[in-house]
């Protein structure tokens, strides 16, 4: 099977006298000043001498050109006599035309792996490194994988001093042509001034009616890992740019968008809102139609169906929004981005066109995602990463990619994370396998697999927003039931604060994420005698109506929660009336019911508390099954009152067994909507939110058991 034909080769048509994307450099006609978005402008007249030497760097690309191609003449040689081999056996053979958009042949340099080809480099960071030697790439080689978190911390030694002036060192790319973006006709298709599409990478679309052009979008090509024209770089659409946007996803046989924006950040808008809310939109030529929408807690997923007028064929498009990238800045963890990237590798088509992939001017964000989606690919089957090169390849395909150094940095980071962690996720029919070869001891160590994993999770550094400001101050210390429990700043709940009073904002409680919604739990300590007003206090003002208690009031002779509820009278507490209504005894917990009112203004709403009693004193429940059905019945009770707050839960310190709690809520929803587990990270998630989340060996050891209970009791799960 052929793979598409895209447009622009590695080798570029003549027409517009250009090259391969991110292998030489051309000559600029100017442009491209002013603007939002997208850093500086573009460069003016060139002085003889730079003309002169751009003449050379002219005469030195004719002749790299030749080399390409004589090598690609070679290799197609070579895929026709193993094609002929192959189907002489019976065999089906993928083959690729030279020049278009589909995988490169392994490279039999800096890989280790054989191959058939032994035609050197055939990846587009590789041809660009031995055919543009520059000091900058000579200075800055790949990375062995074994060294990069040494090589990372070096980077950021002394406030990030070395990064700075790496980052500072890349090619800005800005030396070729961007006729087209600077027609009259197109300027306003452009969402800033000065992001452009460079000539000689842009996507051409197919021409209107000899629409005068018809055939621009501001958009680019960009190479993968050992594979051309892997991306399409574009930015947020903007009104009059719609159809282009869906006249290209259609052109170039799309099955992918990723977007990595919101509308609006910071009161600017950021994309234009490019698909239907509901059912069917007809954006000139092409039909839209909503099929599904899966909001989850750091992204969304999509699914288009995209259709030409005229024609028969439908297809269906799968649209990937990471809602997680901060307004300003990059993401404080890697975790949600690494979980997005793999969900969007695992459902792109081996034989799609390019994945399209946007934020607001298609530079900053877009750059990061596509180049560590493309070291992902190359950590695969390499024993190097090379961010320093795929940069400076893609940003001679469009201008500014990678926009800014925080960005670049976090593309470090992410790697950093994927080394160090590996992917975690666990098919759930495997799980059980994969909980047996846990289980087993090492033969030299004598540790067990999820010893060394809970090991692992304990070495795990504080997140650098690591702070405890509020927690340890004066007039709060004394709210901690531990002293080593404490709530992170970014992730603490904040109560209104009373007028006169120090610290009246604090509470020991922070926001946990879901898998569908962020901040859609509270994890605290059980509330001590001081803090109980408090603790009703944050249920009313973050309209909390699910409460989770996990621990009994004593265990052992030490109180490990006071009774902030009333038994059976009313009580006050500051400002609110809580009135018992009901109490339920079932198998393995009680259901208690409240009356909460407001004394300030008489509002009333109710709040139940679901009360575990199962738990020992000591380690953990002998069965997970009804742990199981206890956390099925919490969640079914807030569905079924249909109450949007957050649900709150507890134990003693609020991090053990709550964060049994909230691992299991959020694994098992993902194991019913995905078929994966990642246990590993998703405490190591939590651990970003409040410390020290699922406290013991035999917590972490217990989430296994019964997540396996759980995958028992579905019969296409069944070993």
């Known amino acids: 099977m052929v793979e598409p034909a895209l447009k622009q080769p590695l080798i570029a048509a003549q027409h517009n006298n250009s090259t391969s994307f991110c292998t030489g450099t051309l000559q600029s006609s100017g442009g491209g000043g002013g603007g939002g978005g997208g850093g500086g402008g573009g460069h003016g007249p060139a002085s003889l001498l730079q003309q002169q030497q751009q003449q050379q760097q002219q005469q030195q690309l004719l002749q790299h050109q030749q080399q390409l191609l004589l090598q690609q003449q070679q290799q197609q040689q070579q895929q026709q006599q193993q094609q002929m081999q192959a189907m002489a056996m019976g065999q089906q053979f993928m083959t690729m035309p030279p020049g278009h958009s589909g995988t490169l042949p392994t490279s039999s340099i800096g890989s280790g792996n054989s191959s058939a080809y032994h035609a050197g480099p055939t990846d587009p960071v590789e041809l660009r490194r031995v055919n ?19 090589h990372v911390n070096n980077l950021k030694a002394n406030d990030n001093l070395k990064f700075s002036a790496e980052y500072e060192s890349i090619d800005p790319g800005q030396q070729f042509t961007w006729e087209n973006s600077n027609l009259e006709v197109n300027k306003a298709k452009n969402r800033y001034a000065n992001v452009i599409a460079y000539d000689h990478s842009r996507v051409v679309l197919q021409p209107m009616d000899n629409l005068p052009g018809s055939d621009y979008i501001n958009a680019n090509y960009m190479d993968g890992y050992r594979k ?3 991306y399409i770089a574009t930015q947020g659409p903007l009104p009059d740019t719609v159809a282009d946007f869906w006249r290209m996803a259609w052109e170039q046989k799309c099955c992918t968008i990723v977007m990595m924006t919101k509308f609006e950040e910071r009161t600017r808008v950021k994309c234009d809102l490019y698909w239907p809310v509901k059912g069917t939109e007809t954006y000139d030529m092409m039909g839209v139609t909503l099929i599904d929408t899966l909001e989850l807690a750091y992204y969304t997923i999509r699914t288009f169906a995209l259709q030409r007028a005229g024609a028969t064929e439908k297809r269906e498009i799968r649209h990937f929004q990471f809602t997680a990238w901060p307004d300003h800045g990059v993401p404080e963890h890697c975790a949600p981005l690494l979980m997005f990237l793999r969900r969007v590798r695992a459902s792109n088509p081996p034989d799609a066109g390019p994945i399209v992939v946007h934020c607001s001017a298609g530079v900053g964000r877009t750059g990061a995602f596509i180049v560590i989606d493309a070291m992902l690919e190359r ?16 940003r001679a395909q469009r201008n500014y990619m990678v926009q800014t150094e925080d960005q670049y940095i976090f593309i470090h980071d992410c790697l950093v994370e994927a080394v160090t962690c590996g992917n975690t996720e666990v098919p759930a029919r495997a799980l059980a396998n994969h909980v047996h070869k846990l289980s087993l001891l090492d033969d030299l160590s004598g540790v067990s697999g999820l010893e060394l994993e809970f090991r692992s999770l304990a070495q795990m550094k504080p997140p650098a927003s690591a702070k405890f400001t509020s927690a340890s101050l004066p007039a709060n210390k004394l709210k901690n039931r531990l002293v080593n429990i404490l709530p992170y700043e970014n992730c603490r709940v904040y109560l209104q604060p009373i007028r006169g009073v120090e610290g009246s904002d604090y509470i020991n409680a922070s926001w946990i994420d879901g898998y569908r919604q962020r901040a859609c739990y509270i994890a605290t300590q059980g509330p001590l005698p001081d803090t109980a007003e408090d603790f009703w206090r944050m249920l009313w003002e973050h309209n909390s109506t699910i409460v989770v208690n996990l621990t009994k009031l004593r265990e052992q002779g030490r109180e490990k929660c006071h009774q902030y509820w009333p038994g059976e009278r009313s009580a006050r507490y500051q400002y609110f009336v809580v009135d018992p209504m009901a109490e339920y005894n079932m198998p393995s917990y009680i259901l208690r019911e409240f009356k909460v009112t407001d004394a300030r203004d008489g509002q009333s709403r109710t709040v139940r508390q679901f009360h575990f009693t199962e738990w020992p004193d000591q380690g953990v429940p002998k069965s997970g099954e009804g742990f199981i059905e206890f956390i099925g019945q919490v969640h079914k009770t807030k569905e079924q009152f249909g109450q949007d707050g957050p649900i709150t839960v507890h134990c003693s310190a609020g991090v053990g067994r709550t964060g049994v709690f909230l691992t299991l809520a959020v694994v098992l929803e993902r194991m019913r909507y995905e078929g994966v587990v990642d246990m590993y990270q998703t405490v190591r998630t939590l651990r970003t939110q409040r410390p020290a989340m699922v406290q013991t060996e035999d917590q972490y050891q217990f989430c296994y058991t019964a997540a396996l209970e759980y995958l028992s009791s579905f019969d296409h799960y069944a070993a």
């Not at 062995?144 to 040494?150: C, E, F, S, T, V």
């Not at 190097?384 to 795929?390: A, F, I, N």
């Open 132 to 150: 543009f030697p520059t000091p900058a790439m000579v200075n800055h080689p790949p990375v062995p994988i074994g060294q990069l978190i040494d």
């Open 379 to 394: 950590m695969k089957q390499e024993k190097t990463l090379d961010v320093y090169g795929h940069v400076t390849c893609l």
């Open 228 to 230: 051309q024209n892997a």
